[in-house]
């Protein structure tokens, strides 16, 4: 079950709601492949292809994008037997975004002038 993340920024007030960790339809690679971009699939695919049953780890994390000065979800998968981790790109521009761990405070991407205070507000699954 993942977890819906409500993040505050004390100096300028915006507020950002994301969803983070995974849902009960990841559990399946082939749902998990729709989520990325089509070069990302395709070493997806290939990483795992001599697997019966693909060993991997999925979430979404919180991450920022310093092009649109926003905070957004994206997917992340770790594959354990090629030992590759794969991230998406920012949802709304497509340029490379900087992911977070959830548990670190991280600077509020408008105004740069506090660390976003995080609040866990609900689950998703
Ligand atoms: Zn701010
Ligand atoms: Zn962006």
Same mark, same amino acid.
Do not use: R
């Given at each position: 079950?993942?977890?819906?993340?409500?993040?505050?920024?004390?100096?300028?007030?915006? !507020?950002?709601? %994301?969803?983070?960790?995974?849902?009960?339809?990841?559990? %399946?690679?082939?749902? %998990?492949?729709?989520?990325?971009?089509?070069?990302?699939?395709?070493? !997806? %695919?290939?990483?795992?292809?001599?697997?019966?049953?693909?060993?991997?780890?999925?979430?979404?994390?919180?991450?920022?994008?310093?092009?649109?000065?926003? !905070?957004?979800?994206?997917?992340?998968?770790?594959?354990?037997?090629?030992?590759?981790?794969?991230?998406?790109?920012?949802?709304?521009?497509?340029?490379?975004?900087?992911?977070?761990?959830?548990?670190?405070?991280?600077?509020?991407?408008?105004?740069?002038?506090?660390?976003?205070?995080?609040?866990?507000?609900?689950?998703?699954?």
């Amino acid at each position: 079950m993942g977890k819906i993340c409500e993040y505050t920024c004390p100096s300028c007030n915006t !507020i950002w709601s %994301i969803h983070i960790g995974h849902g009960m339809e990841h559990a %399946i690679l082939e749902n %998990i492949l729709d989520v990325f971009p089509t070069e990302i699939q395709k070493k !997806i %695919i290939s990483d795992t292809k001599e697997e019966q049953f693909p060993y991997f780890e999925f979430n979404y994390y919180p991450a920022v994008c310093h092009e649109c000065q926003n !905070i957004v979800s994206v997917p992340v998968i770790h594959l354990y037997k090629s030992g590759h981790t794969y991230s998406s790109v920012c949802p709304d521009c497509g340029k490379p975004v900087d992911i977070q761990s959830e548990n670190i405070g991280f600077l509020c991407p408008l105004c740069k002038e506090s660390t976003l205070l995080s609040l866990e507000t609900g689950t998703w699954d």
